[in-house]
């Protein structure tokens, strides 16, 4: 199978299965998993943080951080509505930290619009919730894998510095945007007060994640992992391949940006896809049909599963995603698949008229 669904999908790599087996372990609630406390120090080091943990997940590491701001009962935090955040991961912090979600509108290029944002911040009135952070997404998952440039990020890191705010930035792929924008990452996350990125995606790791940044948040951060049932004993087994992932596998994210490059332009040649370019930043390539109905998306997907291509339908349309199990040999194959597939549902009335039965989306495009 030729897996395009997403970057979790990665295996671990034989160097990481070694690492694992021969990991220095041992209990990570007493601090005391050599491998654990090296990863985190290199994960600080690398962007540029004071401090920095393991999690086990990217949504755990979203829940703490933006907890560990908002500790307040009945603050806010203000999201875009295509976030993350606010779209897949269960509500987490409303309702598990009593956090509110002020909403505004996602840019087509994931950015939240300055004048939405100061909109958004609420007065010091005794009428109002208090404002206690602002979250951005970089690269960002529903927009197709756009990098927010550095210049919008400092102006929003200019805006909330001034209104006093900090700003939590879901990082997931945020080595896979530092690729994009041609910087080192901590070019990105020095923009933000605190950072989540993900070992476990384009990173290659088999689980965990990293949050980090000042001190005083970390620790608290640290509390609600415990909270949170993530404090793990000899989890070193686990941080030994997110230190290949931060060492070894940013390094070769380029590649999978080229494949993705490469599925794009060739999807772009195909009359019946919707593509825009310009929006394809890093390794995520979101398209539609011009006949665009749920049976027709549906249809293109099953036909790919009989030419061992996985993709995945995504909001209207269809998501790949390249990564290290993927090679350009394997885009070439999947991009023929596709070819065949939308030929053969063309002679298909309930794709040409758009009218399937089904209309409805299944909420994918999580992962
Ligand atoms: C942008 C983004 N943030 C957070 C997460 C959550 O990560 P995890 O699946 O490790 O909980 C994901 C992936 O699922 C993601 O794509």
């Known amino acids: ?7 979790t999908s990665t295996r671990p790599t034989v160097a990481m299965r070694q690492a694992m087996a021969e990991a220095e372990v ?19 080091k ?24 908002c500790y307040e009962r009945g603050s806010e935090v203000i999201v875009g509505d295509q976030s993350h955040v606010y779209q897949y991961e269960a509500g987490g912090m409303s309702g598990l930290g009593g956090v509110a979600f002020n909403v505004v509108p996602t840019q087509r290029n994931g950015e939240l619009a300055l004048e939405d944002l100061m909109e958004a911040v609420r007065p ?25 440039s550095l210049e919008y990020m400092r102006k929003v890191k200019t805006f909330a510095d001034a209104k006093g705010l900090p700003v939590h930035l879901d990082g997931a792929r945020v080595f896979n ?14 923009l933000v007060t605190s950072v989540q990125f993900c070992l476990s995606k384009g990173l290659g790791a088999p689980a965990g994640s990293i949050v980090a940044g000042p001190k005083p948040i970390i620790d608290r951060v640290h509390r609600l992992r415990k909270m949170l ?31 993705a490059q490469h599925l794009a332009k060739g999807l772009a040649s195909l009359p019946d896809v919707d593509i ?16 665009s109905s749920a049976s027709a998306v549906y249809g293109l997907v099953k036909g790919l599963q009989g030419r061992n291509v996985l993709a995945l339908p995504f909001r209207a349309g269809v998501r790949l995603v390249t990564h290290n199990d993927v090679s350009f040999k394997d885009c070439q194959v999947a991009l023929d698949a596709i070819k065949d597939v939308l030929e053969s549902m063309r002679d298909n009335t309930t794709y040409t008229n758009g009218s ?4 409805t989306f299944a909420p994918t495009g999580y992962q």
Request: glycine share 10%; hydrophobic share 40%; with cysteine.
């Open 177 to 190: 945007a530092a690729v994009s924008l041609g910087v080192h990452v901590s070019a990105v996350t020095d």
């Open 124 to 148: 010091d009135d005794q009428h109002c919730a208090r404002t206690a952070l602002i979250c951005l997404e970089n690269t960002h998952n529903r927009c197709g894998g756009t990098a927010l």
């Open 46 to 69: 690398t962007v540029g943080k004071e401090a920095a943990i393991w999690v086990p997940t990217g949504t755990m590491g979203n829940l703490s951080a933006v907890l560990a701001h």
């Open 229 to 259: 049932g993530g404090g793990m004993r000899q989890v070193g087994v686990l941080a030994a391949p997110g230190l290949l992932a931060l060492t070894e596998m940013s390094k070769r994210l380029e590649e999978d940006h080229r494949n």
């Open 276 to 291: 825009d370019l310009d929006l394809v930043h890093s390794n995520i390539v979101t398209f539609r049909l011009r006949h």
């Open 26 to 44: 041992g209990d990570d609630v007493y601090g005391e998993d050599p491998t654990v406390l090296r990863l985190q120090e290199l994960a600080a």
């Open 356 to 359: 399937g039965t089904d209309e």
């Open 1 to 7: 199978m030729i897996d395009l669904r997403s970057d």
